[in-house]
Nanobody, 124 residues
């Protein structure tokens, strides 16, 4: 059974940094792309960042470019999202995703697997 478990969310002041992590289990994800979405109440889940199976290709939504960085450790089935210069508008539940196709993640889904989410709150 595939499981994606996020961790590292919390409360941070504007301008601060936070790193969220996702542990994937239940199969090997070497050939899968991984990524992050986020959602605020009343709105759809939005694409944030994605990384290819090799780790060589990264994609970001425009609003986080230059501030967020995605990385993965395929040996550990982990994906990370380093978030710097956080803004109140980054407040959301952040979801880890995994999919065979990078384009599915970058295109906004649907994705093969989703985590349960971790709350990130940025105070002004």
């Amino acid at each position: 059974q595939v499981q994606l478990v996020e961790s590292g969310g919390g409360l941070v002041q504007a301008g601060g940094s936070l790193r969220v992590s996702c542990a994937a289990s239940g199969r090997t994800f070497d050939s899968y792309a991984m990524g992050w979405f986020r959602q605020v109440p009343g709105k759809a889940r939005d694409f944030v960042a994605a990384i290819s199976w090799s780790g060589e290709d990264e994609y970001y939504t425009d609003s986080v470019k230059g501030r967020f960085s995605i990385s993965r450790d395929s040996a550990k089935n982990m994906v990370y999202l380093q978030m710097n210069s956080l803004k109140p508008e980054d407040t959301a539940v952040y979801y880890c995703v995994v999919d065979r196709a990078l384009s599915s993640i970058v295109g906004g889904g649907p994705c093969d697997y989703w985590g349960q989410g971790t709350q990130v709150t940025v105070s002004s």
